[in-house]
């Protein structure tokens, strides 16, 4: 009931200042008409239509006060104008001008850090932030966005130590602690993630991408059942988070929920989730409950989106394998291992597939791949004996099995006890996918 009344109060509140700018707008329409050569008319004007969204009427608005009167602060404007359509690079060209006319223009810094951040340029980014930080030592946002910045650079440490600074000049600054716990994350220390989590949710308890975030650290911890209650929790204050879907698809799918899972990746791409992954995971899922033609399906779409995803075409290798196609098999395989050469479980899973042909030769040539990228790969161990026996081969097989069970596939003494004795049995080990 109170959201209801405060969501009321807040359209009421805009819907107010919108008639403000409105107002605005025709009084300085009028100035305009009657002074057509007043520059901060038109300056003002243009604010008037940014805060309406009007973002082109706006930078007509900032070019005709900068033709009257060249000023850092319009520039400035012209900039953020700018930067709302997407015009990053105009946008720079703008603060640059700014600066130049005023040297100290710490907003300046800041915004042009962030058109330099969403170009992919970090490091210009962190060189502009450390100016703002240098002008203003004791700007929490400063610190966030130079956090930010390095987060996206690979640098987790730097990002925590601003994340850190943001913090001390903002105690309650949740989306620091939310994005130090993401970063923390990255860093596998998803115990520092998840306490960096609780407080940005008890600073905001309808922070829906905390309690998500949150639900990913308590997932990678093993802690399932509390993660999925995470992401419930994120998708009850934003029901559209497909993120959330999908990832409480993938926990789903560890806890062998896979009806489930692929409910939620249903939802997800539904939701506007057009990523590969998403395809990819609810055909992982389906190929889980036997229903291996609505997985090729669900690659086939992944593999149209992302054509260069080497995991894709080892999956759709597994569905193909279990529905007996074992030359299409080979075929997902050697395109996953074209895109991946060093994709051992592929040269082991190909492996399998020939073996089904009874390319026994070929087998054993994938599996000594396998193994040579993977020296601890039991199951290519285990198949390449299971290869070895069928070509003739006992002892090198007995050597592969006894290999298998050190590496604790108990299994393999079994063949060891049947096959390794001096009397040969006569029944096929049988090949199997890795």
């Known amino acids: 009931m109170f959201k209801k009344i405060s969501e009321s109060i807040k359209a009421r509140f805009n819907k107010t200042k919108k008639r403000i700018y409105q107002k605005n707008l025709r ?60 015009d990053y690079k105009g946008a720079i060209q703008d603060y640059n001008k700014a600066l130049e006319l005023y040297p100290d223009f710490v907003d300046a810094y800041g915004y042009r850090g962030e058109a330099k951040d969403n170009l992919g340029d970090f490091e210009g980014a962190i060189q502009d932030y450390n100016k703002e930080i240098e002008l203003n030592p004791n700007d ?42 993401v970063t923390k994350g990255n860093l596998e220390d998803h115990k520092g993630a998840i306490q960096d989590y609780n407080k940005a949710v008890e600073l905001n308890p309808n922070f829906a991408d905390a309690y998500y975030y949150r639900g990913i650290s308590k997932d990678k911890s093993g802690n399932g059942q509390d993660a999925i209650k995470d992401f419930n929790k994120a998708i009850e204050l934003n029901p559209s988070h497909s993120e959330a879907y999908f990832s409480r698809g993938n926990t789903r799918d560890k806890l062998s929920e896979f009806s489930s899972a692929i409910l939620d990746y249903n939802k997800a791409i539904e939701l506007g989730l057009d990523e590969s992954k998403a395809y990819r995971a609810r055909g992982i899922a389906k190929g889980k409950i036997g229903d291996y033609e609505g997985a090729i399906q669900d690659y086939n779409k992944a593999i149209e989106i992302n054509p260069n995803d080497p995991d894709t075409f080892y999956n759709r290798g597994i569905a193909k394998y279990n529905l007996g196609d074992y030359q299409g098999t080979i075929q997902e395989y050697n395109k996953a291992i074209e895109l991946n050469p060093n994709y051992a479980n592929a040269y082991g899973n190909r492996g399998a597939a020939k073996g089904s042909l009874k390319d026994y030769k070929g087998e054993i040539q994938d599996y000594n791949k396998a193994i040579e990228l993977n020296p601890n790969n039991a199951k290519a161990y285990y198949n390449r004996g299971i290869a070895k026996y069928a070509f003739g081969d006992k002892a090198g097989a007995c050597n592969d099995w006894s290999k298998a069970g050190e ?28």
């Open 27 to 86: 009084l300085f329409t009028r100035i305009i008409e009657k002074y057509p050569n007043n520059a901060i008319a038109y300056s003002i004007r243009g604010t008037t239509k940014r805060n309406l969204g009007d973002y082109q009427g706006t930078i007509d608005d900032y070019n005709k006060s900068i033709e009257l009167y060249p000023n850092a602060k319009t520039f400035h404007n012209r900039a953020a104008a700018k930067g709302n359509l997407g």
């Open 140 to 181: 929490a946002n400063a610190y966030f966005k130079r956090g930010n910045a390095k987060h996206r650079s690979g640098d987790y440490n730097g990002a925590i130590h601003d994340y850190n600074n943001a913090i001390e000049h903002n105690p309650n600054f949740a989306e620091a602690y939310e994005n130090r716990g």
């Open 407 to 434: 590496l604790g596939l108990t299994e393999a003494y079994d063949n060891i006890n049947h096959f390794c004795k001096e009397k040969i049995g006569t029944v096929d080990p049988g090949h199997g996918q890795l």
